[in-house]
């Protein structure tokens, strides 16, 4: 698979713009490490190979073990492998990028309050649409993962 086109170097401002929401959201006072895991379900769904790549690199270098990661697709199955924040980010992010499916139910948005505070909702969904945005930017393009380049 080849790269189409760099968009970091065509349209430099509005990468920059993307990176000001991470920005927010990495000081949104959400763990990184559960916006990371949110942020590889995402990837897993939208099969962005660069963003899957990326986001299990760094949820290792944050410490989170291989049979989690390995499992971040299953976490409904996984037992207590995952704790009820985790689980409840990861059901959210499931039907918000899923929304021409789900219309994000109200049982969804029931179940996500009974876990987060209006802020952290808020703050995740905005996470949410951040990571399918990245992903759509790099399916469209063929960014292509460090792990076929070698890095």
């Known amino acids: 698979m080849n790269k189409r086109l760099d968009y970091n170097q065509i349209a430099p401002a509005g990468v920059k713009a993307l990176g ?3 920005g927010y959201v990495m000081q949104s006072g959400l763990s990184p490490a559960l916006v990371d895991l949110v942020y590889l ?16 690199r760094d949820l290792l270098k944050r410490g989170e073990k291989i049979e989690k990661l390995a499992l971040v ?16 980010a990861l059901a959210w992010a499931e039907t918000v990028t899923r929304v021409a499916e789900t219309n994000v139910p109200d049982e ?5 309050r009974t876990v987060f505070d209006e802020r952290e909702l ?4 905005i996470a949410i649409g951040l990571m399918n945005a990245y992903n759509r930017m790099a399916i469209s393009f063929r960014n292509t993962p460090q792990a076929v380049l070698g890095k």
């Open 41 to 56: 379900r995402i990837s897993q769904i939208n099969n962005c190979a660069y963003c899957l790549d990326m986001h299990t």
């Open 122 to 125: 808020v703050d995740l969904t």
């Open 108 to 112: 969804a948005y029931q179940a996500a």
């Open 20 to 22: 000001g929401v991470y």
């Open 73 to 88: 697709q299953a976490w409904r199955e996984a037992g207590n492998l995952f704790d009820a924040r985790e689980r409840a």
